[in-house]
């Protein structure tokens, strides 16, 4: 019964046969109501959605949703190989790389002028708008984190003390683009560099199967400030902005998130350039009564499930209705973003 409620289900959001299909997959949120757990499990096109009382989820489900480990040990030797032939051949390992990985060869890796006119001719001005908003808000919280450039205070007579604080003069910003775009990213990283009064702020991100990158995240780039957007990505990015290369040149520090390989790849090169952190798997839990707003709800499901296969997103509510409200919000939205075309 429970199965083919799951089927029809997945019918009925794009007529998609669901059988076969594994628990474990790419975005998943689980809803609880009262003693019942919801999990749905969002795939790029399907929705799978179980129902269960708590006390019948199994152990495997259970550790489908949050058992997840880092996986940083299991791709350490293939990222550090990665890394050396980018550090001993530059442009020539980046250049293979992206072929082997993003099944694309470019000519030039760094995007050109004409391909930012492109960007900027598909995109509304209601969204422009959105961006460069966002993009203040950003840059006034920052600018209010500033500190004081220099002060000196004297301790006691002839002890003079004081701090003097000096920008990077690089760094490069990390864009995920293999699964999604991310012009947030591009902000939050890009803006508060630019802020700090770094001299140079490059991007790197992924090439799209026609080695091209999506419009907003250069977009979000020209907003946010970068100098130039490199169209390389996963290890062979950090690697070439850890060591530099003939076109990209060494930073001081390598922000942004990425995948584990990403990860694992900042983790390795932190005796040649400064990172951030090392970031894992998204998660995000919201717990709600019946006054919540299902849509703010909804869209922070949905913006942590996006990160990453391993992401997590869970809603627990005592309220039917709610969790009704959400799980609606929830599929108008990814249908609204499947017809989406840039």
């Known amino acids: ?68 480990g880092s ?46 006119e492109k960007a900027f001719s598909c995109i509304t001005p209601e969204l422009l708008g959105h961006l460069k908003s966002a993009a203040a808000n950003i840059r006034a919280f920052h600018e209010a984190q500033l500190p004081e450039a220099t002060w000196f205070m004297e ?65 979000a780039s020209k907003v946010a400030g970068a100098d130039k957007v490199f169209k390389i990505g996963g290890v062979q990015a950090i690697g070439a902005m850890a060591y530099g290369t003939e076109t990209v040149q060494k930073v001081d520090k390598i922000v942004g998130p990425g995948n584990v390989f990403v990860t694992s790849a900042k983790m390795q090169i932190r005796n040649v350039a400064e990172i951030d952190f090392p970031a894992g798997p998204s998660e995000v839990l919201i717990i709600a009564d019946e006054s919540a707003d299902a849509v703010m709800a909804a869209s922070d499901i949905i913006a942590q499930a996006e990160h990453d296969p391993s992401s997590v997103s869970i809603l627990v509510t005592t309220s039917d209705a709610l969790a009704e409200a959400v799980k609606e919000k929830c599929l108008f939205r990814l249908n609204r973003l499947q017809e989406t075309v840039l």
């Open 155 to 219: 301790l006691k007579p002839g002890i003079v003390l004081g701090q003097k604080a000096t920008p990077m003069e690089s760094v490069g910003a990390y864009v995920p683009g293999g699964r999604a775009s991310y012009p947030s990213t591009v902000l939050m990283t890009v803006i508060p560099a630019r802020v700090a009064g770094v001299e140079k702020v490059i991007v790197c991100t992924p090439p799209r199967a026609d080695g091209s990158v999506h419009p907003l995240t250069l977009i």
């Open 1 to 68: 019964m429970i199965r083919d409620k799951i089927l029809n289900e997945g019918r009925d959001f794009n007529g998609t046969e669901l059988s076969g299909i594994s628990l474990h997959k790419i975005f998943r949120f689980q809803f609880e109501l009262s003693i019942r757990i919801k999990f749905y499990q969002v795939l790029s096109e399907m929705i799978i959605m179980l129902f269960k009382k708590l006390s019948d989820v199994s152990e495997v489900e259970m550790q489908k949703m949050f058992s997840r």
């Open 71 to 116: 996986g940083l040990e299991d791709v350490s030797k293939t990222v550090s190989a990665v890394l050396s032939d980018v550090r001993m051949k530059g442009d020539a390992a980046v250049r293979e790389y992206t072929v082997k990985f993003d099944k694309v060869e470019l000519a030039d890796f760094e995007v050109s002028e004409e391909e930012f």
